[in-house]
């Protein structure tokens, strides 16, 4: 896709050079017949367009043409190209019926799906969930539609420099890294996501995009040296123990995804092992576990970096193998082991699959199928249940936690998978499974081991859940229950059992920020809003930039804990938060 970055679509404003273009993407995949559809959608696309400009001052027909381009990078059908050509014509001067009647009902169902996300008469929070809704709904139907509002946004993000409202700037590039790179990533859209995040960071954390960028370039160099005096030395293992190999190279890692990283480790950079990381592509699975091992004689592996996502793949469908070794010098550096078809469908996720022969191509629409996409079904379900009671505010926030935050995968005893949010606890993984489990749980067993119902659960974990027939949830669930889901079923439960007292339960964020005067009076302003009183604030700093804010508090409704932390989050110098539940003072 990095080519597609530097495409000039003002160069493509006829017929004749942008089928050549198509053909280069596309590599010759369309018929006859389908580039015909294909070239009356680009010149009833120009036909409509004709008198419009961008911001940038460019024809507005470069949009579509763009897009277009990306979907067929991304080996959408005909009828997908044909509809990213005129997806912005219904709004701008043509009809649905017009489409239909020219171009046929699947071409004008896409267009109609993609007009009806962006359709939308609400203002401010109503606006957003009610297109976030729309869009989930869409995808269920037919994913096209959002893949084609995936790459919609994705030329939107690489011109939004031209917008001349700040304000919308801002809310554009929020809503990106909120919703749609985080849909890219559960579509297994590794490149596209990774796209979309970077994008978007300049703009919603400009200062930390900007330090960021600066520390990568100043470090990728050294790396990448260490790297060149690697790779010969694994080139030569792999060649002496007979493994064939497709192709070696250095991937370095993208800035936002680097960002949330050190973040996560007071941002010191030592711990950012993966910064420059060598990729190893070979032809078979039986072929990735021989080069782990060739690998492995080579240097010394680093204790507790062995990933095998081959084995046990991500939610979104991600596999390869990950192991951090002792190179060279003792430098830590990683590696990462998989197949082509590994690596095509970790940039390409789902349209990885979607070279189709006539006979397996579906009919009408393009459904996700399969337990890898089970989640967009499970989000129907949700919505129907959970979203539809809850305030416009709580279902665009629940939503980010249950669907869009950084994912965990856990195993059931009979080895099947559970997709969880970051920080989920058994609690939380009782009520995916079933109501009347989480509804009598009394403890859990994670790897074996008992742990407490508030236990933070880890990708790869097997958790095996304890019940009791007379056993009814507690209120106190309600302040380590991170999804709505689990929420949702202990209120149920509290309403319809005798009325109990809640517990009184104390929280302490420790919050990274930089060392700027009034940051700590921000802080407790946010907090404040919230009509909560804090206990204690205490400052330490930890470097020459960086200070720890430790504030604690009571809560008064635990659902409050995450509106709060994406307050804070919006505060200019916060980093990173590491919420903690403590037992309140007497």
Not at 265 to 278: G, Q
Request: charged letters at 30%.
């Amino acid at each position: 896709m990095s080519d597609l970055a530097n495409l000039a679509p003002q160069t493509l404003l006829d017929w004749e050079a942008y089928r050549r273009e198509l053909d280069r993407i596309a590599e010759h995949r369309y018929s006859s017949v389908e580039y015909e559809l294909i070239r009356r959608a680009f010149d009833y696309a120009a036909d409509i367009h004709r008198e419009q400009l961008r911001f940038s001052g460019d024809p507005y027909l470069t949009h579509p043409i763009a897009v277009s381009l990306t979907a067929a990078a991304y080996t959408l059908d005909a009828p997908t190209i044909a509809a990213a050509l005129i997806h912005d014509t219904v709004e701008d001067g043509g009809s649905l019926a017009d489409v239909r009647k020219r171009f046929g009902d699947e071409v004008a169902q896409l267009v109609d799906g993609v007009t009806k996300v962006d359709k939308i008469h609400y203002h401010g929070a109503e606006r957003a969930a009610e297109s976030m809704r729309r869009m989930f709904f869409a995808v269920a139907e037919d994913v096209r539609v959002i893949i084609l509002k995936l790459v919609d946004r994705l030329h939107n993000m690489q011109t939004l420099w031209a917008h001349p409202a700040p304000e919308k700037r801002l809310r554009i590039a929020t809503e990106t890294l909120d919703i749609y790179a985080p849909i890219a990533d559960r579509l297994g859209m590794g490149e596209l996501k990774g796209e979309l995040e970077d994008l978007a960071f300049a703009y919603v954390h400009p200062d930390e995009h900007r330090w960021v960028s600066r520390e990568i370039r100043k470090r990728i160099p050294e790396r990448e040296d260490h790297l060149k005096k690697v790779q010969p030395l694994l080139e030569r293992a792999l060649h002496d123990e007979g493994i064939p190999v497709v192709a070696i190279s250095a991937r370095a890692k993208r800035f936002y995804s680097a960002w949330k990283k050190v973040s996560r480790y007071d941002m010191n950079w030592d711990h950012v092992l993966d910064l420059v990381a060598l990729r190893v592509v070979v032809p078979e699975i039986e072929h990735c576990y021989a080069a782990l091992g060739a690998i492995h004689a080579l240097w010394p592996p680093m204790p507790g970096r062995i990933k095998d996502y081959i084995a046990l793949p991500k939610p979104n469908g991600y596999q390869s193998l990950h192991t951090t070794v002792f190179c060279e010098g003792g430098n830590a550096t990683e590696f990462q082991i998989r197949t082509e078809t590994m690596q095509r469908e970790s940039e390409y996720g789902i349209t990885a699959h979607w070279l189709w022969s006539e006979t397996e191509k579906p009919k009408t629409g393009t459904r996700l199928v399969g337990k890898k996409f089970a989640w967009v079904n499970q989000l129907k379900a949700w919505q129907e249940k959970i979203g539809a009671a809850q305030s416009s505010e709580d279902y665009l926030e629940s939503l980010k936690i249950d669907f869009f935050r950084d994912r965990i995968f856990v195993l059931t005893p009979k080895g099947d998978v559970v997709d969880l949010p970051e920080n989920a606890t058994p609690v939380d993984f009782a009520y995916h499974i079933h109501s009347e489990i989480g509804d009598h749980a009394v403890g859990a067993k994670v790897n074996s081991k008992m742990v407490s119902l508030d236990h933070p659960l880890s990708s790869g974990d097997m958790v095996e859940m304890l019940t009791q027939k007379n056993k009814r949830p507690s209120a106190e669930w309600l302040a380590f229950a991170k999804t709505a889901l689990a929420r949702s079923q202990i209120r149920h439960a509290l309403k319809s059992a005798a009325p109990v007292e809640s517990p009184v339960r104390a929280t302490e964020f420790e919050i990274t920020v930089d060392d700027r005067v009034g940051i700590l009076k921000d802080i407790s302003g946010a907090i404040a809003r919230f009509r909560i009183n804090i206990e204690t604030a205490s400052a330490e700093r930890r470097a020459s930039v960086y200070s720890t804010i430790l504030i604690r508090f009571q809560q008064k409704r635990p659902d409050q804990i995450e509106k709060i932390k994406t307050q804070i989050k919006k505060i200019r110098g916060v980093r990173s938060i590491v919420e903690r539940v403590k037992p309140a003072k007497s």
